[in-house]
C-alpha cells in the first residue's frame, strides 16, 4: 500500500503562521468583562466582536490559536449545509429555516466585510455551493432541498449541469457562497482583537469554572482568570453543565489535496452523500490551484484501518481528477447537533446567564463560528437578534423531546462503548493479545495486571504505555494508525501517543505508564 505523502499536512497550517502568543504562568491573574475559552474561529469571531463593542476581553487557548478544528477545515462559507432545509421546514418549520438561512448568509457576507475591514488578503473567492447526486434516485430529495432553500431565501434552484469534470443526476445550486484561507483571516482577527485591547494567551489550559459573580477560572498552569461573563468556544464543551454532550454526536473527516492546473477548476464548492461522504474545493496555489477532497467520516475511536480510508479517498480523487497527485494530507473532527441547528447561547438555564456556548455545527464551523460570534456578542451586549437567538438556544423548548430517538442512539452508543470496549479488553479480544504483539507504529488496548493500558511502540521499539481510560467520563481509547492518536469513541477527546489531550472534552492527560510495569 502507497502511503500519502503527510509531511505537508494541512495547507491552511503551513501557509499561514501566526504570531505565538504569552501563556499564562503559575500566579498569574487577569480580568476581563468577558473570557473565550477556545481560540478557533468561533472563539477569535466572538472576542472580537465583543472587544470591537467596547467590553474587555481575555482569549484563552490549550494550545495555538486556529490551530486545532480551525486549522484543519476545508474553508467552504456557505448557507447551503448539505441538504438540511427540506428538513428544517419539516421539523422546526417555514420560519426556522428562514432565519437559519439569513444568519448563515449574514456570516458569510460578514467574512468578506470584515477582511475589507481590517484589509487582509485571506483569499476570499466568491464561488456557488452545490449538493449533488450521481444516482437518478436521489433527485427528488434534492429538488424538495431547491424548493426549501429558495422558500428560505436563498438564490437556490435544481439543476442536472455542472463544472465537476463527470456527470451528476442533479444538484441544488446556490449562488454568492464563498471560500478562504481561515487562518489568514484568523490571523488578522487575533491581531486587530490585541490593537483593541484584548489580550491572547496560548497554552493556557482552562481545566475550572466557578460560575460566580464574577466567573473564575482555573488554568493547569495555576493562574486565574475573573469575568463577569465566559463563553466557552472549545468545540465540544469542556464544561457541559447543560448536559449537551448527549445531544452532539462526533464524527471525523479524512481530507487529501494536490495540484490541480488551473484550466480544470471546477469552479464552485461540492459535496454529496453518496460513497461515504465527497466534498470538494479548490484554492489558490502557485500559478493553478489546489483541489481538496474530503470524505469517509467515521466517529474518533472506532476506525481500526483509517490508513485505508484515505486509500479509498485518494482513489476516488484520481478516478474523478485524472492525473492529480496527492501531495497533503489532514484529518479535521466535527460534532452535530441531534436536530441539526447549531447550540449557540447560554449554557444552562438561568435569568441571568453568565456562561456561553458554541458548539454544534456538523461540519460548517465556519459560516457557523463567524455567526457565534456576532449572535453571542449581541447575547452579552443586549443586542442579539431574537429570532437568532431564539433559532440557536441551546434551551430551545422541545428539542430534546423532538430529537430523542437521535439522543437515544447517540447514548446508547457511548453506553455500548463503555461496556463492550471493556469486555473486549478483559477478555483479550482487543486488536492484541498482549504488549509483545505491538508491531512498530502501532497501538493498542491491552490488560496489564488488571489494568486497561493503551500502549505504543514506536519505530525504535520503544513503548509509550498510558492508562486507556479516557479523562473525560471513563471510557475506553482506542488508537488511530495513521494519524498516531489515541481517541475517545464516546465524545472524541484525542490524545497523542504520550497521552497529552489533543482535543477535547477531556481537560487533562491519559496516566503515563512506566513501560517496566508491562514487564519487558
Not at 33 to 44: E, H, K, N, P, T
Not at 128 to 155: F, I, V
Not at 337 to 346: H, Q, Y
Amino acid at each position: 500500500m502507497n502511503r500519502i505523502p503527510d509531511t505537508s499536512g494541512s495547507h491552511w497550517m503551513r501557509t499561514a503562521a501566526i504570531p505565538a502568543y504569552p501563556p499564562l504562568l503559575d500566579g498569574d491573574e487577569a480580568d476581563a468583562d468577558v473570557a473565550v475559552i477556545g481560540a478557533g474561529i468561533a472563539g477569535l469571531s466572538v472576542a472580537w466582536e465583543l472587544s470591537r463593542a467596547g467590553r474587555t476581553v481575555v482569549l484563552l487557548e490549550a494550545d495555538r490559536v486556529a490551530g486545532g478544528v480551525t486549522g484543519h477545515t476545508t474553508g467552504k462559507l456557505s448557507a447551503l449545509h448539505t441538504t438540511v432545509y427540506d428538513g428544517l421546514r419539516s421539523s422546526h418549520g417555514p420560519d426556522a429555516a428562514r432565519v437559519y438561512a439569513q444568519s448563515q448568509m449574514a456570516a458569510v457576507r460578514h467574512v468578506g466585510e470584515v477582511a475589507a475591514e481590517l484589509g487582509v488578503d485571506c483569499e476570499l473567492e466568491h464561488r456557488p455551493a452545490l449538493t449533488y447526486c450521481e444516482d437518478p434516485e436521489g433527485t427528488d430529495a434534492l429538488r424538495a432541498e431547491a424548493e426549501a432553500a429558495k422558500e428560505a431565501g436563498l438564490d437556490a434552484s435544481f439543476v442536472t449541469e455542472t463544472d465537476l469534470p463527470y456527470p451528476v443526476a442533479g444538484a441544488v445550486r446556490v449562488e454568492d457562497q464563498a471560500q478562504f484561507h481561515p487562518r489568514k483571516y484568523l490571523r488578522a482577527l487575533a491581531a486587530d482583537l490585541v490593537v483593541r485591547g484584548g489580550r491572547i494567551h496560548e497554552q493556557t489550559r482552562v481545566t475550572g469554572l466557578d460560575e460566580g459573580e464574577p466567573c473564575r477560572l482555573t488554568t493547569a498552569s495555576g493562574a486565574t482568570v475573573t469575568a463577569r461573563a465566559v463563553v466557552v468556544a472549545t468545540h465540544h464543551p469542556v464544561f457541559d453543565r447543560g448536559l449537551l454532550a448527549a445531544r452532539l454526536t462526533q464524527h471525523r473527516d479524512l481530507v487529501v489535496a494536490g495540484p490541480l492546473p488551473a484550466d480544470r477548476d471546477p469552479q464552485g464548492m461540492y459535496i454529496t452523500r453518496e460513497g461515504g461522504k465527497r466534498s470538494v474545493r479548490t484554492a489558490p496555489y502557485g500559478d493553478g490551484r489546489l483541489l481538496i477532497v474530503t470524505g469517509e467520516v467515521f466517529t474518533p475511536g472506532t476506525e481500526s484501518d483509517t490508513e485505508g480510508r484515505y486509500q479509498r479517498l485518494t482513489a476516488w480523487m484520481r478516478e474523478r481528477f485524472p492525473g492529480v497527485t496527492p501531495t497533503h494530507r489532514w484529518a479535521a473532527q466535527d460534532n452535530a447537533a441531534t436536530d441539526t441547528v447549531p447550540l449557540i447561547g447560554p449554557l444552562h438555564h438561568g435569568d441571568d446567564p453568565r456562561v456561553f456556548v458554541a458548539t454544534g455545527f456538523a461540519g460548517w464551523g465556519m459560516a457557523g463560528g463567524v455567526l457565534a460570534g456576532r449572535l453571542l456578542s449581541g447575547l452579552i451586549t443586549g443586542q442579539a437578534p431574537p429570532e437568532w437567538a431564539q433559532l440557536y438556544d441551546p434551551r430551545r423548548p422541545g428539542s430534546v423531546l423532538r430529537t430523542a430517538p437521535s439522543v437515544a442512539k447517540a447514548q446508547w452508543d457511548v453506553g455500548k462503548h463503555f461496556v463492550k470496549d471493556r469486555l473486549d479488553t478483559a477478555l483479550g479480544r482487543g486488536p492484541a493479545d498482549a504488549v509483545e504483539d505491538i508491531g512498530p507504529g502501532e497501538g493498542a488496548v491491552v490488560r496489564v495486571g488488571g489494568r486497561a493500558c493503551a500502549v505504543h511502540r514506536d519505530e525504535s521499539g520503544r513503548l509509550h504505555p498510558l492508562s486507556a481510560v479516557c479523562t473525560h467520563l471513563g471510557c475506553l481509547v482506542a488508537f488511530n494508525p495513521a494519524e498516531r492518536t489515541w481517541e475517545c469513541p464516546c465524545h472524541g477527546s484525542r490524545f497523542d501517543i504520550d497521552g497529552e489531550v489533543l482535543q477535547g472534552p477531556a481537560l487533562h492527560p491519559l496516566e503515563a505508564y512506566d513501560p517496566d510495569d508491562l514487564g519487558r
